[in-house]
Every structure is written in structure tokens, then in C-alpha cells.
């Protein structure tokens, strides 16, 4: 992912152990990958947007530091709970938008009025999300490539990395989560 994967992982080592320059340390490290994550999803967005990757990034890396209690596994855990944290980020404002929108008189609008999920596919991040919730009680890896795929915008490659699995198996997981995915959001 860009970044030598045992530095990052060393510098978490050293934050669990509650060494507080690793923090500071890990910022310059993960925040181009964290930006391209960022930029990736957001590419997805509509025109015009009001959050930008870098206010998602800084928001990311902000709460994810802020979890003090998290015993840091490795480099993949981290990204892992950054792909989660920006798919929460973007639901509670797709939640907040669509509360506006309500208030105001308007049509409801999402975060993501045009989010897709297939390039015929329109939908909002709130119905994606709680789709997703359904296909993690059937099965948690999938969901998790989907996460990751989705709202990260991890590649086959990276998400592989990320899960410990080849990626044969990512590409095979995706294809069938996104076919459940697609037939869900369609009956919505």
C-alpha cells in the first residue's frame, strides 16, 4: 500500500506499548494512503460534495487515534478500521443530510444522492449500509471485502492483503456479494 508495511506495523507495536511518539510518528506514514483511500471514495460522491478526502482523512485518523484501547494487530487492522471508520463517517452524514433535507421541505438526499454501487446502480450510503449489516450476519468476510472495496477503496490486491486471503477469493467473495448486494438494494 504504498508504505513499508513493517514500519507501520513496528510504530503500532509501539503505540500499544503507550509510546506516544509512535503516534506522531504514524501520521506522515499512513496519511498518503489514508488520502487515497479518501480520494477514492470520494470519487464515487456527487459533484459538488461537501466533505473533501482530506476533512475524511482528518477525521479518520483522529478517532482511530483516539482508540486508545485497541491493541493494534498490524498494519491490515489499522487500514481495516480506517476503510470501517470512513464507511460510519459517511452514513452518519448521509444521516444528518437526509434529516436536513426533511426539515427543510426538500426531497430527501443522502451523502450520496449518486454513491454507486455498480455503475447502473444508484443508491444512498444509509441503504447500502444497512444492507451490508445483513450480509455480515450471513457472512462476515464478505461483508468485509465489501467494506473495504466500497467504502475504503481498497483494491482486490490490498484487500487480500488486509484479510490474509489470496486473491482469487477476494475476486470470487466480491462477484458474490455484490450480486447479493445488487438483488437487495434492487427490491429495496
Known amino acids: 500500500m504504498g508504505v513499508d508495511r513493517g514500519d507501520i506495523t513496528l510504530l503500532l507495536d509501539r503505540m500499544n506499548a503507550g509510546d506516544r511518539s509512535a503516534e506522531e510518528a504514524l501520521m506522515p506514514r499512513v496519511y498518503m494512503e489514508l488520502h487515497r483511500l479518501a480520494a477514492s471514495r470520494m470519487r464515487n460522491e456527487r459533484p459538488g460534495h461537501t466533505i ?11 478517532r482511530l487515534c483516539r482508540t486508545h484501547q485497541v491493541e493494534w494487530e498490524d498494519r491490515a487492522h489499522f487500514f481495516r478500521a480506517a476503510g470501517r471508520l470512513m464507511r460510519h463517517i459517511l452514513v452518519d452524514y448521509a444521516r444528518q443530510r437526509r434529516t436536513q ?21 444508484f ?8 444492507v451490508l449489516q445483513q450480509l455480515a450476519k450471513l457472512d462476515q468476510r464478505q461483508a468485509q471485502i465489501v467494506e473495504m472495496r466500497f467504502f475504503a477503496g481498497l483494491t482486490e490486491s490490498e484487500i487480500a492483503e488486509a484479510l490474509d486471503i489470496s486473491e482469487r477469493t477476494v475476486k470470487r467473495d466480491w462477484l458474490i456479494a455484490r450480486a447479493w448486494l445488487h438483488q437487495k438494494l434492487k427490491s429495496k
Open 101 to 121: 433535507k426533511r426539515n427543510e421541505g426538500e426531497p430527501t438526499l443522502g451523502l450520496v444522492e449518486a454513491i454507486t454501487f455498480s455503475p447502473e446502480q
Open 123 to 130: 443508491t444512498t450510503a444509509i441503504e447500502v449500509d444497512e
Open 52 to 62: 473533501q478526502p482530506t476533512a475524511l482523512v482528518h477525521e479518520v485518523y483522529m
